[in-house]
């Protein structure tokens, strides 16, 4: 493979002027967030749509990059590093997520990997608040009531909600944002307990959270149940068929972590039949595919992916994406 040749966004095969690294950016993104890399005397090469872009292209495109800043739903596999070929020395992602990468490759290739963490903790934890509080309060039924013409007046009977002080919430997986979702529910009354791999004694304590090594427990016991373990091959699942029939009826699942945390078909069919307070979902396990039945459903609250989209946010990920780039390359 000739990798002086690169490809620019319109397609054209040129040569790299000798020295010119090139970064390249699977998705438009605004001007100011790329200006650290252009300033840096970096040649910048974003693709020109905001859409998630098909292997092939990536591949095509990667060719010959120092750099790569992608997405989450963008594969950064075995094939797309070797495409891109000796030149590259970093990927970044423009999310804390890193499932979508393979990182091993990355590292038998000696390919340096940025993500975004601790900047979009609270904005994520802030997300996972406004769904449960959405779905607790019965939001959508009050919105669907005015907009529909149907609003009476005040009842003191209708629309009765669900109370979340003196409740539990059992979190799954107390990394960061886990924390930060725990730090809000003690705020708002509720006990907090929390399974993972080991115990987190510095982040639970200021909590007054505690330790459950058995996660079955911890979900029988469960008002509230928040996933915040990232997705590997081990956690695929982890809220199968079996482990919803162990939350209590009334309890309510909370996914701004990943779609196939949970076995979406199994969490349907649990609500579908009644058998769950609740879902409160920013994450899907095929996106941007939902499903239908979830749609239909008054206690169910979705979100197209957005934990982290707030304007501060979503400035700071690119900064950090930018900072990662421009350390890699000695810049
Ligand atoms: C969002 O899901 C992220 O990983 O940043």
């Known amino acids: 493979m000739d990798h ?22 699977t998705r438009s993104l605004p ?8 300033d840096a005397g970096l040649e910048v090469e974003a693709a020109a749509s905001d859409a998630a872009m098909p292997g092939p292209e ?6 010959g990059a120092s750099a790569l800043l992608v997405q989450l739903d963008d594969h950064v596999d075995a094939d797309v590093l070797d495409a891109a070929g000796p030149a590259l020395r970093v990927v970044a992602t423009f999310s ?18 940025v993500h975004t963490p601790d900047v979009l903790t609270d904005a994520t934890a802030d997300q996972a608040w406004a769904l449960l509080l959405a779905v607790a309060r019965r939001l959508r039924e009050g919105r669907a009531l005015i907009a529909g013409g149907d609003w009476d007046g005040w009842s003191p009977t209708r629309l009765l909600g669900t109370d979340l002080g003196g ?6 997986g107390l990394g960061r944002i886990g924390t930060a979702v725990a730090a809000r529910a003690r705020a708002f009354g509720m006990e907090v307990a929390y399974h993972g791999p080991r115990p987190h004694p510095e982040r639970a304590e200021p909590l007054a959270a505690r330790f459950e090594p058995d996660l079955d427990a911890l979900l029988e016991a469960a008002d509230v149940v928040s996933l915040h373990a990232p997705l590997t091959a081990a956690t695929h699942h982890l809220l199968d068929a079996r482990r919803l029939a162990l939350l209590p009826p009334h309890a309510i699942v909370v996914n701004v972590g990943r779609g196939a945390l949970v076995d979406e078909r199994a969490l349907v069919a649990a609500l579908t039949a009644g058998r769950l307070g609740g879902a409160a979902l920013d994450v899907f396990e095929d ?6 039945e979830l749609l239909g459903l008054a206690n169910v609250e979705v979100a197209p992916h957005q934990g982290s989209a707030t304007t501060g946010t979503r400035a700071a990920m690119a900064a950090l994406c930018t900072r990662g780039i421009l350390e890699a390359l000695g810049r």
Not at 31 to 38: F, S
Not at 58 to 63: F, Q
Not at 287 to 292: L, Q
Request: hydrophobic fraction near 45%.
């Open 96 to 113: 804390v997520g890193t499932d979508h990468l393979d990182l091993e490759a990355c590292r038998a290739r000696g390919v340096a990997v």
């Open 4 to 25: 002086g040749r690169v490809r620019r966004a319109d397609g054209a095969a040129v040569t790299d002027p000798p020295g010119r690294e090139r970064v390249f950016v």
């Open 31 to 38: 001007d100011a967030w790329l200006a650290p890399l252009r």
């Open 58 to 63: 990536l591949r095509a495109r990667a060719a």
């Open 167 to 172: 409740r539990t919430l059992a979190i799954v």
């Open 287 to 292: 996106e941007p595919r939902v499903p239908a």
